[in-house]
């Protein structure tokens, strides 16, 4: 094995999870990527699953679990989950709706921070759980930048279009209404990294009765907001890493 640490079971479970970073995998393909026999793949992902450093998607395949975000995060190495709280709690308060951050995994997106609403009717997405990329307006975010060629194939069975997405593109953020879920609305924005990739997206969610079936219109410029703030805290830490590097 490549850069062996001299500890084989240590070694063994980074190869997992190495693999899972590409996205979803059922046992064979672990097996596939790893190499590793299939018992031992399965011992290990289910020993990693114990710890939350790998979970389980709604198909049953194995994804990267929100421990890994967490420790980051704790770590203060991911400055994105680091800055997230604060922007996703000012944005709950100021819509008085629950919001999100999700960024995308393979065809999945997943929720890596969340600020709940605290009373009320509302829509709950807790940290790690895996939604869909077909529908919702943080799976329009997250796919409208794309490529054309995985654009494309995002689109493949999707509940938005093109024509959605390039309007998505234009005004800058994204909303749905009962697209993942009846009577669910929301609205989303583009968090961009300093190169000016999409790296995630952040969103506030809640029932139409209360957002309406134009959430846009009442929330977008606050989202786009929240999303830009948390670029400008990417843009400002890769300034001073520039600094630090080249002193």
């Known amino acids: 094995m490549d850069n062996s640490s001299g500890v084989g079971v240590l070694d063994k479970a980074a190869v997992v999870l190495s693999a899972l970073e590409a996205g979803p995998s059922t046992l064979a393909q672990l097996v596939t990527a790893t190499g590793l026999a299939r018992p031992t793949a399965h011992r290990l992902a289910v020993a990693l699953e114990h ?18 975000g967490e420790l980051a995060a704790a770590a203060g190495e991911d400055r994105l989950l680091a800055a997230a709280g604060p922007v996703l709690g000012a944005l709950r308060d100021h819509t008085n ?3 999100q951050l999700f960024r995308r995994q ?37 796919l409208a930048w794309e490529e054309p060629d995985r654009l494309h194939r995002g689109l493949q069975g999707a509940a938005f279009t093109a024509t959605a997405l390039s309007g998505v593109r234009r005004r800058g953020w994204a909303q ?13 924005a583009p968090v961009r990294s300093p190169s000016g990739r999409v790296i995630a997206a952040v ?3 809640g029932p139409i009765e209360r957002l309406s079936r134009q959430p846009g219109r009442l929330h977008a410029a606050t989202v786009m907001a929240g999303a830009n703030k948390l670029s400008e805290v990417l843009a400002r830490h890769a300034a001073q890493q520039e600094v630090q590097n080249n002193a």
Do not use: K, N, W
């Open 51 to 68: 710890h939350r450093l790998v979970t389980r998607d709604l198909q049953g395949r194995f994804v990267l679990g929100p421990r890994l």
């Open 106 to 142: 393979g065809e999945y997106r997943v929720c890596v921070s969340a600020a709940e609403r605290p009373v009320g009717l509302r829509d709950s997405i807790p940290i790690g759980a895996t939604l869909s990329m077909r529908a919702g307006s943080a799976a329009q975010i997250l």
């Open 97 to 99: 709706e629950s919001a």
């Open 176 to 188: 749905s209404v009962g697209e993942r879920e009846p009577g669910v609305a929301s609205v989303s």
């Open 203 to 205: 969103s506030i969610s």
